[in-house]
């Protein structure tokens, strides 16, 4: 079952009571979220100072990231100081920090406001997460990147055992595997300095578990420190167990002892088993009656395969996924080369003048529903924390119109869970959408306040505006492959000659156009051709202030005009516009708000643009390695004969070759995310959502899914 994103009652709610001096204590665990007698003192000398960060800081290497991992977020007190030590620190502008934090019962935002109004030397830091914290009640993993301090926040909702389950990098111990753990990149990703954090052990047996200390383990290596208010001597054994030298010294304040220490490899090692060959390494399988507990798939991990980093990546393809992507890889310090076919950017199926920041959202815990939420939130925090709304579209609101009765139960509930946090989402009326949105509306809505409309073009000019990015137009790629080293892209410039291109990486982002690379022509890419209709404004529709969304959708005017769309034409591979489309179009308006359309000329001859939607069976994109399509068949073979069998062995992808691909009409708002998880696993940095949800995206999805349908 996913751990990302889902909806629940909101019994995992931080239960907090205020005491008498306005410091927050938890009724749930009996205990305190900070030292009575000064909080930020209590801080900053249990984990700031005693994992050494100022010093450690100071002979930081230049461009690599430095990962806190903290068990218990609370009230945020600690990464705000670890971002308060970080900016006064003179670090190269390369240098970025990765707090990690995972927290069963999340304060609401109301809470955390309450509480860290408590430290007025704070104030900005704390306002910044303040603004981009997610609704409540929220499970899973969710990244917040501040990227005016080089600062990510990945905070995950839920267990903390689980949450850092879910981020490390697996063993499969099995004696028919290799022992070496795997994740979804090829390097393995390390936390620098552990805060261990949470409420006493005496109070929060449930939390210093095994499970816990192992996932620390999985997650430690050279250089690792770790800090602790506790000296429970169980956590002290659980430390050394899993290879921490452990040191007590002076606690703060009346505490007599705290635990520091720092992790040692040969403890590590000990016991290991030798690393095989991935290649080499016979596949095993057992039926489920014989299965072990730990039964996670992992045929959608790859085996690291070496340390080295990758620097330079091409990516291919400059259309919404091809520049998010470049984006997310050069804020992570690598260098990108794109490549695209046309003359200039978002030439494509990104094209449209306006597109909706739209994910379909349901109360129900299924994958889909958890990664469009995930996804929703991920985009917005984005797309408002540069500025993207005000350079390149309108933050105006989006109105999800329930057009049907299934549709406003769930968007009821929907509303209901997320009751709290209006900002974010709430239940409109048919009146209450006229009040908002400026035009009569026969239906009550889902209205999601902080999200709306981008107009591509623009946005991806200001995506790839970095000196680490240089984008080639006019550059068709006609093949790729790999020497064992690097990978070798050859294209097709402007003056039609062959040119080549070497980098450590590939992205593919180029959409359907991925179909005609051998590497990846077995991804099932659908192509759906979409019309949209470009209306003049009349002077009742120039009324419109929010984007509606129904069967299709309308956006507030944009220079007189709006983009009404867009139709679904399966089989249908036309690019000129059709009288047809643009009547398809008027009648959904006319479903939608017949105010709208009451005094639009249908007389005259729309404007409008075709693109071909790029889809998968499954409506998940492609996100992730890409699988080498023989081996991967030959390893998982036996599914053929058992679909139910687990078989303990990695997958077989091409090394360093990615895809970002499949996401139909929802690339404003999956691509951000998507962009993000693939620029984490290529940097070798944990990523921002589970590995459970990453399997739903993986592309070698597709070959077990035929292996189990005995279709190939
Ligand atoms: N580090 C926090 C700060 O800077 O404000 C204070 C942490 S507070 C002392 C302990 C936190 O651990 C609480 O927010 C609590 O909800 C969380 N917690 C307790 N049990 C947990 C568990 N099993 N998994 C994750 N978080 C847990």
Redesign the pocket.
Known sequence: MSTDNKTKKNSHA?QVHWDEKGLPY?T??D????SKDD?IAE?RYV?LDANRLKERWDQHSIDSTFSIG????????????AWQLWNKHDHNKNAQLHFI???????SKNDLTK?LALWPELSALSQKLINAYPPQPLQGIHRLNFYDDNISLTLSF????E?FQQLAPISKAGPHVSSSPCAIGSLRPQIDAW?L???APSK?P??WKDA?FSAIKNLSGRSTTFATFTAASAVRKQLIAIGFECQKIKGFGRKREMLIGKFSVEEKQKGRKPEVDEQTTPTHFRDHKHQKIDAEPSWHLNRFSSNKKVEHCIVIGGGLAGCHTAFALAKKNIRVTLLEKNNTLAMEASGNRQGVVYAKLSPHNSPLNTFNLAALLYASQFYHSLGLYEKCGDACGVLHLAINDNLRTQYQAFCETFRESPDFSRWLTAEECEAVSGVPSTFPALYLPQTGWLSPAPLCLELVKSERIEVRTESKVSGLQNDGNQWEVTYTNKANSTETVYADAVVLANAHAASEIEQSQHLPLKKIRGQVSHIPSTTSSKELRKVICGDGYISPALNNCHSLGATFNLHEYGTGLTARDHRQNLDKLTSLSPALTSNIDTSLALDGKVGFRCTTPDYFPIVGSIADYSSMKERFAFYRKKANATIDNYGAYHHHLYANLGHGARGLCYIPLASEVLASAIAGQVLPISRDLYRHMAPGRFIIRDLMRNKI
């Open positions: 931080a938890s749930r665990f205990d305190i979220y900070f909080g801080s984990f903290e068990t218990g977020f609370g009230t945020g007190l600690n990464f705000l100081l934090s995972v927290e069963k019962y999340p304060l509480a839920g267990d903390a055992a949450g805060f954090d949470g409420f929060n449930e939390m816990l």
